[in-house]
Each structure stands twice: as C-alpha cells, then as structure tokens.
C-alpha cells in the first residue's frame, strides 16, 4: 500500500466541513476590513527566503524543501507567505497603483520538522499583510482582526501577548546590554542558544529548553531600551486594543530574531493545543521590502496555524456545524427509468437544489435508507402504479406526507419543490 508521508495528512470529507467554516469566517473578517485576496506560487527561488527569513534560522537552516530545477535554478516550496507577498508587492509594483495595500491570504506551506500535534511538513496558515503605512493604528489593526477571527470560532482559552521591539538602533543597544548579561551564564545555555549568543542573541529568548529560561527570566527587558517613538506608538496599540476589548498582557520576552522587525510584536495563544500554544503571530517589518529589493516602504502582518486552530477547536469543542443535507433523493423504482431520473436531477441540480440519485441497482428499500442517511429533505418517487398514470410521488420526510404531481407538468413540480424547500 502507497501511504502519505510523513507529515503530510489526508482532509477527508467528514473534516472538510470545519475547514470550509474557518476559511468563510477568514474571508468575511478580512472583507469588514477590506482586505483584498493575494495567493502566491506554491515554491520560488530559495533566495527569496534566504535573503526575507534570514540564513542564520532553524527554517533556512534546516527545514526547507529546497531543489533544483532543470535549468539548475534553486527552489523552494514556499516554508512562509510573506516573503512572497513582499516579492510580489515589488515585482508588481502594487505600491504605485496604490499607497496602502491590504492583502490577505490562505495557503499551504512546507517544513521540513518533526510532526506533532497541531504541526505538519504541509501545514496550512491564514494571514495578511498591510504594506504602505506606519501608523500604529495599523498594527492595533492585525491584531483585532487576528482575534475576531479566533473570536468568531467560538475559542475561549485565548491569550493575547504584546511587545514593542524598537527601531533597530535602539534594538543592537539593548543587544550588547543583553549580551554583558549573559557572557558570564553562557555555560548554563544550551548549545543552540550558545550559538544564538553569537548569531542572534534576541532568538534566545525564544528557546523552550528550561535551563534557558531559567537563565534569561531576570534579564534585561527589551521595551525599557527602546526609543521614544516607539513607545508613544505601543501606547497607541494598547489604548486600541483596550478601547475595542481586546484582553491582552504585555510579554518582555516576545521577539522576533531578524534585523527588519521593528516595533510591535504579537502572538495569540490557545492552552489547547499542547506544546505548539501558539494559533498565530505577527508584528511590524518596516525593512523587509527595502530588504528584497523594493523602495523603503512599512509594512505589518500576521500568519495563522490553520491545523492548530481546527485543533483548538476540537479540544475546545466549539465548533457547532449544522448538519449536512441534501434537498432531494430521486428513487428510481423500475430500473428501465434510470435516464429519466438523471434528467429530472439535472433539472433541479440546475435550478441550485442538492440532488442525489442511486448509481448502484440498489432495491428502492435500500435507496430509501441512502436517503434517511444523507438526511435528504425530500424524496421524489419515480416509478410504480403512479407512473402508468404519469403521476410522481413527493414525499416531505419530516412529516411524512406525500404528494400526487403530475409529470406532465414539470414547472408545477419545481414550483412545489421549491414551496416546500424554504418552508421546510
């Protein structure tokens, strides 16, 4: 038997119900807030990602799906989404067709990582990016949108975590006051984060190795370093999220490693999801464009774990879907009327109604129980006595009642369908 790899994972029928929720709650929030959809190549050349996420990090380093093409050009399925919304932003020039672009996305990713719950070497995320502004309103902005989308999802268990980051200047200050604290504690670090010392000390921050954080809990804060506009901005953001009640807390150790963040970071948390807490982040990148070739232009986003939602939502059990139905199940009782069945099915299927038939011979008995377990909220008897008199049966399932049409009369037929339809 050929399986999926690891990592990867089948959406049955039965699941796809709870994607489809999520993503028309994904649509409808990002439409109030008039963004408009983006959607990407699913890879492109790996210097996008090298030169956007940053050569020194786990994702570069060691979890990319990276190969090369016929032409030996080297490619990357895409591990993130918004190095390439930044690339397309550039390489179309959205920012002259309009100064401030709001655009949003739902979209597979890749990753080459250990899979657990709620992580996958194909995972799925949601997100968006604003690209042409740098007030802070923007970025209180993501952050109520990121959470009147888990809101609407009915999640509970929700923790909204906040930090500024500075401007990059005031940030390599705090890097060398951070850098004298640990110099003397780098043998009780692990060996990544001794590396991190070097490379990128900020990252250290986001270890999960208890020794670590143990070591870095009285360290220097990053937002007592940070400069003056940068303060006046997250006091903005707070005020904001406060004013449209957003609960958050303030967390001193939210970072971001790379060099092109600045200012607001977020994340939002579920303690439903085991060690993976994290249903999304995001933050200000007012480099990165400059960064990937572009003019100098702000920019803020968010991504958001699709899998880890859907699985917040099922240990929360917050999900209420109602249940899956058809309109109409044709039972076909003598077999020679199987073509007349698929033309009235047509018929109706064209006139926007959910129409099953039987395609296996099965006894009208058994096609009876396939209605009873599509939940179909009519059955259309085709066949029998009534036949010979060009009589059809309609029979509304919730009441059992049945009702004698003619069918020589098709428009009486749709007409009465849809009567009962929208009173059903």
Known sequence: MIKSIPGTKDILPEEI???????????????????????????????????????????????????FDKGNTSLTLKPEMTASVVRSFIEHSLGKLQPLNKLYYISPMFRQERPQAGRQRQFHQFGCEAIGSNSPILDGEIIITAYRILQKLNLKDLKVKINSLGIPSARESYKKILREYLRNKLHLLSEDSRKRFENNILRI????????????????????????????????????????????EIDSKLVRGLDYYCKTTFEIISGKVGAQSALCGGGRYDLLI???????????????????????CKNENSTTLPEESIDIFIIRIDDELI???????????????????????????????????????????IGGTEYKYQKYILKVMKTGEQIELSANNFLELQSLIYQKISAY
């Open 17 to 67: 119900i709870y994607w489809k929720n999520l993503e028309n709650i994904v649509h409808q929030i990002f439409s109030n807030f008039n963004y408009k959809e983006i959607r990407t190549p699913i890879f492109e050349e790996t210097i996008l990602f090298s030169r956007g996420i940053g050569e020194e990090t786990d994702i570069v380093g060691k979890e990319m799906y990276t190969f």
């Open 205 to 248: 921050f986001d270890s999960k190795i208890e020794s670590d954080i143990d070591v870095v809990k009285d360290a220097p804060k990053l937002i007592d370093y940070i400069d003056d506009e940068s303060k006046k901005d997250f006091e903005v953001v707070k005020e904001l999220l406060t004013n449209n009640e957003i609960p958050f």
């Open 290 to 312: 400059e960064q990937l070739g572009g003019p100098p232009t702000p920019g803020v986003g968010f991504a958001a774990g699709i899998e880890r939602i859907l699985l917040a």
């Open 339 to 381: 073509k007349e069945v698929f033309n009235i099915a047509d018929i109706l299927r064209r006139g926007s109604l959910k129409v099953e038939i039987d395609y296996l011979g099965k006894s009208v008995k058994s096609q009876m129980r396939e209605a009873n377990k599509l939940k179909a909220k009519f059955v259309l008897l």
